[in-house]
């Protein structure tokens, strides 16, 4: 069975990987294990962990992983909205197409890094769009029928939920929050989208589901300068 380390943010972060990920990967022999980003030690402590904070931290975190000979694929789950302005490739990626915008700062992140078994994701915007794709789930979960109908607008707005705006109004865990205020990041989402399933959830979100299908597949036999 393949490892991979999954460098994620947080405790949210962390749910979504052992609830959604987990399960079905391990079907396709491919067993993630997620590891929170650390962000700073305070004396006498051992690290904090959660939440993004400048590159070198991450850059640092990515490349104690890879250092693991045992570990097949090292990857990130980490939101495109409120990267680091540091993040390789963020201040000159195009800003009109979503995807192209992620796909050139996975790329840059690539190359700095420079190891084949490496494998950069960021998600579209945040993980809370995976949210919005729950709609329905949430709803459901919230005892709010009004919900479903409020967050699917949003999503058939943008054109799909990972197109949700970024904005630090408008981003998707704002919208869910302004709809339902009593929204339990940590608990509610990881569950709704649980139960919506990850087949379901790639059906939507085509940034994931080529994540998901690279990481089926194996590590990338690119030589990590691309």
């Given at each position: 069975m393949?490892?991979?380390?999954v460098?994620?943010?947080?405790?949210?972060?962390?749910?979504?990987?052992?609830?959604?990920?987990?399960p079905?990967?391990?079907?396709?022999d491919?067993?993630v294990?997620p590891?929170?980003?650390?962000?700073?030690?305070?004396?006498?402590?051992?690290?904090d962990?959660?939440?993004?904070?400048?590159?070198?931290?991450i850059?640092?975190?990515?490349?104690?992983?890879?250092r693991?000979?045992?570990?097949?694929?090292?990857?990130?789950?980490?939101?495109?909205y409120?990267?680091p302005?540091?993040t390789?490739?963020?201040?000159?990626?195009p800003?009109?197409?979503?995807?192209?915008?992620?796909?050139?700062?996975?790329?840059?992140?690539?190359?700095?890094?420079g190891?084949?078994?490496?494998?950069?994701?960021?998600?579209?915007?945040?993980?809370?769009?995976?949210?919005?794709?729950?709609?329905?789930?949430?709803?459901?979960?919230?005892?709010?029928?009004?919900?479903?109908?409020?967050?699917?607008?949003?999503?058939?707005a943008?054109?799909?939920?990972?197109?949700?705006?970024?904005?630090?109004?408008?981003?998707?865990?704002?919208?869910?929050?302004?709809?339902?205020?009593?929204?339990?990041?940590?608990?509610?989402?990881?569950?709704?989208?649980?139960?919506?399933?990850?087949?379901?959830?790639?059906?939507?979100?085509?940034?994931l589901?080529?994540?998901?299908?690279?990481l089926?597949?194996?590590?990338?036999?690119?030589?990590?300068?691309?």
């Amino acid at each position: 069975m393949r490892q991979v380390h999954v460098l994620v943010e947080g405790a949210t972060e962390e749910r979504l990987v052992q609830q959604v990920l987990q399960p079905e990967l391990i079907v396709r022999d491919v067993w993630v294990t997620p590891v929170a980003l650390k962000t700073r030690r305070a004396a006498g402590r051992p690290h904090d962990k959660g939440g993004v904070s400048r590159w070198p931290k991450i850059e640092h975190d990515i490349r104690a992983l890879l250092r693991n000979s045992a570990v097949d694929t090292v990857t990130t789950m980490l939101d495109l909205y409120g990267l680091p302005t540091d993040t390789p490739g963020l201040s000159d990626a195009p800003a009109v197409d979503a995807y192209a915008r992620v796909g050139h700062v996975e790329e840059a992140m690539a190359r700095v890094i420079g190891d084949q078994r490496f494998l950069p994701f960021l998600v579209l915007h945040e993980t809370e769009a995976w949210v919005l794709a729950a709609a329905n789930e949430l709803a459901e979960l919230v005892a709010s029928p009004r919900l479903a109908d409020v967050l699917r607008s949003h999503v058939a707005a943008a054109g799909g939920p990972e197109l949700v705006n970024d904005g630090p109004d408008t981003a998707p865990s704002k919208r869910i929050l302004r709809a339902h205020p009593a929204y339990r990041k940590v608990v509610d989402g990881p569950d709704a989208v649980e139960l919506l399933g990850l087949d379901a959830l790639r059906i939507t979100c085509p940034h994931l589901d080529a994540w998901l299908k690279r990481l089926e597949s194996g590590p990338d036999t690119r030589d990590g300068s691309a």
